[in-house]
């Protein structure tokens, strides 16, 4: 029987930090939930959060706790598990990046023709101006 286990960060490092890290995830899914509007967005974003509290202890036993040469299986199913959920946080940050993108591309359309509805208006008003100055002077 060996005296220490051999994983790849000791747990009095591994562990804390987890617990730190899911901490900052639980505030950033209450953030979102209080600070974004009902959208898409909102709901990516959350449910990117949870499925970071999944992973989060997961890589932390990974990395910590469980030892690959006297646990090979249990080792390599919460690795496997760790990597399909992280797998799935990077999906849901591209579709977060699309979504984001294509909103972004609506506000900008939406600001240019509110823009171009402005200066039409301006120039009306500078016209009809112009014409009341030069019916002022002609009188």
């Given at each position: 029987m060996e005296l220490f286990l051999l994983t790849l960060v000791p747990k009095a490092y591994a562990l804390p930090l987890a617990a730190v890290l899911m901490?900052?995830?639980g505030l950033h899914i209450?953030?979102?939930?209080?600070?974004?509007?009902q959208s898409a967005r909102r709901r990516i974003r959350i449910s990117s959060?949870?499925?970071s509290l999944l992973a989060i202890p997961l890589l932390a036993v990974g990395f910590s706790v469980i030892d690959p040469d006297t646990h090979p299986t249990v080792w390599v199913l919460v690795w496997l598990l760790a990597m399909a959920l992280i797998a799935m946080i990077i999906?849901?940050?591209v579709l977060d990046v699309v979504y984001t993108a294509r909103v972004t591309k609506r506000s900008r359309a939406e600001l240019r023709r509110s823009l171009?509805?402005?200066i039409a208006a301006a120039h009306a008003?500078?016209?009809e101006g112009q014409?009341?100055?030069?019916?002022h002077h002609e009188a």
């Amino acid at each position: 029987m060996e005296l220490f286990l051999l994983t790849l960060v000791p747990k009095a490092y591994a562990l804390p930090l987890a617990a730190v890290l899911m901490v900052l995830v639980g505030l950033h899914i209450s953030l979102c939930r209080e600070v974004l509007p009902q959208s898409a967005r909102r709901r990516i974003r959350i449910s990117s959060g949870y499925v970071s509290l999944l992973a989060i202890p997961l890589l932390a036993v990974g990395f910590s706790v469980i030892d690959p040469d006297t646990h090979p299986t249990v080792w390599v199913l919460v690795w496997l598990l760790a990597m399909a959920l992280i797998a799935m946080i990077i999906g849901l940050a591209v579709l977060d990046v699309v979504y984001t993108a294509r909103v972004t591309k609506r506000s900008r359309a939406e600001l240019r023709r509110s823009l171009q509805g402005a200066i039409a208006a301006a120039h009306a008003r500078r016209a009809e101006g112009q014409m009341n100055d030069a019916t002022h002077h002609e009188a």
